[in-house]
């Protein structure tokens, strides 16, 4: 048996709403999928300190990159 996957309820404004459904019909998808594609996004970006130390990396090495490319 397959378990089935859990179920988020939230409360938005009309505004919100209105804005959110005007959003999925211009991409062509259901509001359900916009948000949720919204809060996958959200999921998946780095922590803050993480994205900080890899800016800094990445700053700190950017010649050293540019001579081995």
Sequence with gaps: M????????IRLTSDQMRKLQE???QLGISP???????ISEL?????AAFQQALDYVLEKNADLYRRLA
């Design 43 to 47: 999921l998946d970006r780095p922590d």
């Design 32 to 38: 359900e999928e916009l948000a949720r594609a919204g």
């Design 23 to 25: 959003y999925a019909m």
């Design 2 to 9: 397959q378990e089935q996957e859990p179920t988020l309820t």
